[in-house]
């Protein structure tokens, strides 16, 4: 099986480039940020404060998740038999998310269902750490960056096509602290691979990313 691992920041654009590569080339996308806000998701919906790590991990017991794919390859997640796939994307879950995402056992209780993903298909993986702790022996590993406000406009732009109400400051702040909460945590923390291959689409449209990162692909594939 062949993985790919895409990681990089928040609004990098990896989840829109994991998911059009993937089906370019005819494999599975798995968007694992989408399991850690879903976790981000079940603990604000029962009260209990993300960062709470105690609390977290006991309320990990008899919590499912899963991921499915619809007719079309779109991946949905589900929280205990409910699909959450929309709901995940609340701006205030990111932070949530951000988070759970640094508890070493929610790590561990998600890490089997990314694992197994890529023993039974051929994936790419975007998250931000699969290229150093999911799939260490990815095949291609690319990490995605791009300016803070590039980064801001981008997640703001697809927030308010999704009809969600926000602010273009409000994302950026969001986007600045997560940031910062995601590279600078003591497990698994969001910085690239050794051997990855660094893109930067600071300046590149969506189809100019995809390009780029298909001949890295093909380079490495070769």
Do not use: C, W
Not at 69 to 77: F, I, M, P, S
Not at 131 to 147: E, N, R, Y
């Amino acid at each position: 099986m062949i993985g790919i691992a895409i990681d990089g920041p928040a609004g990098a654009g990896k989840s829109y480039l994991a998911r059009t590569v993937a089906k370019r080339l005819g494999y599975i996308y798995v968007d694992t940020g989408a399991l850690y806000r879903t976790i981000g998701l079940s603990m604000v919906r029962r009260g209990i404060a993300p960062a709470d790590a105690e609390t977290v991990v006991k309320a990990l017991d008899g919590l499912h998740v899963s991921l499915d794919y619809a007719e079309d390859g779109e991946q949905h997640v589900f929280l205990n038999g409910e699909d959450v796939s929309t709901a995940i994307r609340m701006p205030e879950i990111s932070m949530a998310a951000s988070a759970v995402s640094a508890i070493p056992e929610v790590r561990a209780f998600l890490l089997d269902i990314q694992r197994n993903m890529a023993k039974t298909h051929n994936v790419v993986m975007d998250g931000r750490d699969i290229g150093t702790v999911i799939l260490p022996d990815a095949k291609v590993k690319i990490f995605l960056s791009a300016s803070e406000h590039a980064r801001a406009k981008r997640r703001y732009l697809e927030l308010t096509e999704k009809g969600v109400k926000t602010t273009l400051e409000a994302v950026e702040a969001e986007m600045k602290s997560r940031d910062h909460n995601d590279s600078t945590r003591k497990v698994a923390p969001a910085i690239p691979a050794v051997d990855a291959v660094m893109l930067d689409n600071s300046e590149l449209d969506r189809e100019g990313t995809v390009e780029a990162a298909l001949a890295i692909i093909a380079e490495k594939l070769a």
